[in-house]
């Protein structure tokens, strides 16, 4: 067979793990050829291929990023980006796609597969651990251990200086990386976007725990938790007054608030893109690796339309409409664990 | 209520996190007072006890070890051993005790609890994660990332030579360790108890690896890994003939014969001890925390005679004769995704 | 003898480390008693005092920021400090005072000193390693490490995008983290406060290396790098327009003008009090016993009024008038090597 | 020009990265070719060669190993070797030779160019740092760093089991890694080759700390520690009577001493081969980049028949005459330091 590989949407830690297993186990168990494709759906349309073998992916596993690029085009973007990619299915002669990415990346894979322009499995990607079809997503745990290991290091800033420090981490719709960081950094306080904070609790709890001793708090919030309707003005990010990518949106309001009504000085971190790059841990090399060999054996089972996803700590499939639907948020369950944890 | 806690056993990376998590429970929402028991059932026995409070627990959640102290004592080892331990528990006025240990201390908790002797809450602990009543223990993926730290070391420098590298690692019956670290580090071949081996496959396998180019092999073993019978006499390691502790049984005797086989030059590294200590991943220190909380909650719900357990992403308890009862060998599936990686 | 001990300033890697060094070698081989001091200065103007023995300081060789805390607070700042200082020094029976600190912490050392209030020797303490009259400040090492891993995580992500990645990392007067890191990660261009930037010639580089292939760049920027007078504009960090504390200053006016100078996509990440806490690294242990061990070694000998000094591979002493003196600037050999790797 | 580079030797964490220095230079500033020469000697006399240039080079900056390959085969081992040699420099048109090895790799590149068959710049390579005409050489810290974190994660098993651990790292005929990562690591007891120990001496200290308390001792031991005269017979490690590996020579017999000795349970750890490979530290990245483009410039400052060496915080040359003639025994002052933290 001949398959093509995608990655689109944003990066994360184990791309090119997952990769390295689609080859592995295509090449030496079922004599596949693979095609890469440059740049997500970008690659497709233009039809630019990069090589994809055991060969070139040698000394990949521990890489983070990925070996094909990746971009945000999808085929709806650019005029005849439909017919360009038949053009290209054609011209590659491809049996099926396997399409690494979240949900924008995997609803125009859906679509294709819809309209039988392409076979395709989907891998899911984001980060953010936050697709309901699958238990755990790659590149989360090694981005909640780089969080963590903030969150240590700030430790003994705050508590040589009396001070509260509030670290942002990513987490647009969901906290799981907030939550599972401030549990095993032993934070404070953890604010995420499943749940809207009172920042004059938030103060409170600090207030009480200062009271107690020189005890520094840790606050860790996720990039999307919001404050109570009504009780404080956030900034939105993205851009300032003098056109600069603006740092800390919800990190710095709050950090700002914090102070303000605690009278603690308080200093704001936002761990921003270190917690997307880099050599994935032991476990999301295993739980890439996994993630690849199944879905080339998707293919072979001919589960197209469909997702690989982890559930119950085993791979299956689940459809691409199922896939994209919902988004996970964090575990109630563990969510009041944390909560024990707080000041 | 006043609740005793100890640990039992060999150390493994998270014990004091979950002791952590133990304490802020119970203090903050229950109001109970916690006595730590120093080294196992010895402690206990002999009505030798150690602060456990939150304040005493400040700075424990990164920190390996026990500040319990451990040991292998059980009360049937020593004359009057559970007539002292019941005394010790009227002594301390306990209404439960949590009990954190492997198969040998949990027996005993259970047995203690069947003879009316005290109220037991279980927390399983074993580094290999080989217990069948949990999907997972706690300190186990500390150890994975650990043996797959050493992986990566060990390729460059197998590369520069040309060389076998041999790893053992930890895995007295099973081969999770190894084939999770073996799977991260993209060994050629990795050993586990749960298939013997035959030692002339292996040495083919590194073979045909090393014809189609100067690629090193790294092979991981279990170090209880076992040869097809009658196909290689193994060394028992234990004590050598000066009377030393002899390291890498298996592992020696492995690199021994693929260098006779192969007449590549093969090097052993025995990984120990380093597997047990030092900081729990930010994975294990949030597993650690949500096992703790679980048991003083499984106390408060009277769940006595039962283990905590962590199946399908969540904590509940079995009874302590299903506990301590089944081996957990490696998962099929995924053990079926190593090989698709042996050289 | 009694010699008491305090840390000044902002916290770095291995204060408690220094401190372990002093006690170890003040209570076995001399007998002495060593009294911290809370909180700097504050603590000896109001006689607020924390135990510092070879008990006391279990545990913390590892462990980042500061036992003692520490503060900006200043005796020539408050109503009879340097009279509260005295009374202190008679209080607590004091034959010497250990004071670790930067220049300000120093420069008050050195007076009370002069003024016959206290025998005092200094321990130099700068993260940035900007003291002229050591070859090398402990804790400097350790932000360099941790800011070369941020580097290698951005890597991986800008190349996946295409993007450029600018860093923006401690150093207000002297650019040795930012060369050290940026050597240490590949930077593309690195910029210092010793060598204003032409941002048109920062934009050029990075084309040429875009234009040779699909190579995204990393531009590390020191928080104190300033472009050529007049071409321009730097926004003041400090507080943005809603009061909230402003992110990189200097990182986000770089990374907005590259993107417009280049049309590549640019992003900032500010990794801020992260290169102050944690553990110290094996090197910074080492070096910090060593100026620990080497101070009190100094109140001995009675070379009071003296810094201890890590000068060709030893530990020697310099009057405090030359120690906090002058700025070390980069090392004009390493920085041509860094220029090699420009773009 | 046209420059040659050949690695030799034990392999050691930072060649690659010297390789990329000296490449980098080279291309960009003096428009040199680089040939890589493969497995050390051996690829000379088979005029074997290797790409090395700035393309080939990518991404190699924190690749442990070397891409070259390495070997201990020298000229005077072959028949004609010398003859070889010259006719591959004449064949490659060789300008000069980069060789980066230790003594027995640098003698024969020092006689080499005494017979006048090619002008070469050496660059020290000894893990051990053990080379008296430089004051660092790379890849020495890495291993520092890696071994220190091992005794780290020995500690809490320590503790927890109140057991004595050693540890064997490297060093066979000086202490530098051992003394540091004694030091850093908070070892109660090291044992280097430069002083011979006395076994019952090491015995007495730490019963006398376990005497104090439930405090668990670390000895690190260099491999090539030896007892006083007398004292102790120390088995010799290479193979064991089974034909396999033997580990821990002098480890293994200190363990059992010390356990016979103090009669507390006492286990040893082999580091091995960890410490040779991986990712270099960001200090020795900066050390390694530093050499090699010391190295290139020297070669054309026609500086031949000289060692890169680094001396007082910048890089010179020294003659190879006196590169390999003194080895570096541990600082005496740092030892004083080291011995003031035994137990």
Not at 72 to 90: S, Y
Request: negative net charge.
């Amino acid at each position: 067979m001949r398959v093509g590989v995608l990655t689109g949407g944003g990066d994360c830690p184990g791309l090119n793990a997952v990769m390295r297993g689609v080859v592995r186990k295509a090449e030496n168990t079922y004599g596949d050829e693979i095609i890469g494709f440059r740049d997500g759906w970008k690659g497709v349309i233009n039809n630019e291929t990069v090589e994809l073998s055991i060969a070139s992916m040698r000394g990949t596993l521990t890489r983070g990023g990925t070996v094909l690029g990746t971009s945000r085009v999808h085929p709806w973007m650019q005029e005849d980006g439909v017919e360009k990619i038949a053009a290209t299915v054609a011209d590659q002669n491809l049996d099926a796609m396997i399409v690494i990415g979240g949900e924008g990346t995997l609803s125009c894979a859906r679509r294709l597969h819809d309209e039988g322009v392409i076979n395709v499995i989907g891998i899911p990607k984001t980060i953010d651990n936050d697709i309901s079809a699958t238990d755990m997503t790659f590149g989360f745990m090694t981005a909640v251990e780089v969080a963590a290991d903030a969150v240590d290091r700030l430790h003994s800033t705050a508590e040589s200086h009396d001070r509260v420090m509030v670290l942002e981490v990513m987490g647009r719709h969901v906290g799981h990386i907030a939550m599972w960081a401030g549990l095993a950094g032993g934070a404070t306080v953890t604010l995420v976007p499943e749940e809207p904070f009172d920042i004059a609790e938030v103060a409170e709890s600090i207030k009480r725990r200062h009271e107690k001793g020189r005890f520094a708090s840790i606050v860790v919030v996720a990039e999307g938790a919001l404050p109570k309707p009504g009780t404080l003005d956030v900034v939105e990010p993205e851009v300032d007054i003098y056109g600069h990518q603006r740092l800390g949106g919800i990190g710095a309001t709050v950090a700002a608030e914090i102070e303000k009504l605690t009278g603690f000085e308080t200093r704001v971190t936002v761990l921003g893109y270190v917690q997307r790059g880099g050599t994935p841990s032991a476990f999301d090399r295993v739980l890439c690796t996994w993630y690849g060999v199944a879905a080339i054996d998707a293919v072979h089972q001919g589960d197209f339309g469909r997702m690989v996803s982890f559930q119950n700590a085993g791979m299956t499939t689940v459809s691409l409409d199922d896939a994209v639907g919902g988004l996970k948020t964090i575990d109630p369950q563990l969510w009041d664990v944390a909560k024990t944890f707080f000041g």
